[in-house]
């Protein structure tokens, strides 16, 4: 069975940098979607970013497109998310998740979550 672990998470000051890591085990990776996701406190989880399984493709929310970038290192099992300009509205836990390819069109169809990763954006 798929087991997700997300590390990297910690507090940095706005418009610093940071790289999220999703550690897989178990199984491949590469058979799914993998989606970053994230939860501010009183808020509702919400999508963040997801690179396909087979093509790669990678798709972003309006909120994070062109300061977040995702990528998948086979040979490690693993996903990445690198978080650039980051603001203090970026604050939350942020969580990995897989699924099939519809994680990427809908953000829903996740089988398989981490436990999540504090990141805190604050001066």
């Known amino acids: 069975q798929l087991q997700l672990v997300e590390s990297g998470g910690e507090t940095v000051q706005p418009g610093g940098s940071l790289k999220l890591s999703c550690a897989a085990s178990g199984v491949t990776a590469d058979y799914f979607a993998i989606g970053w996701f994230r939860q501010a406190p009183g808020k509702e989880r919400e999508g963040v970013s997801c690179?396909?399984?087979?093509?790669?493709?990678?798709v972003y929310s309006s909120s994070v497109k062109g300061r977040f970038t995702i990528s998948r290192d086979k040979a490690k099992n693993a996903v990445y998310l690198q978080m650039n300009d980051l603001k203090p509205e970026d604050t939350g836990v942020y969580y990995c998740?897989?699924?099939?390819?519809?994680?990427?069109?809908?953000?829903?169809?996740?089988?398989?979550w981490g436990q999540g990763t504090q990141v805190t954006v604050s001066s």
């Open positions: 998740a897989a699924g099939s390819y519809s994680l990427c069109i809908s953000w829903k169809g996740a089988d398989h």
């Open positions: 690179i396909g399984s087979t093509s790669g493709t990678a």
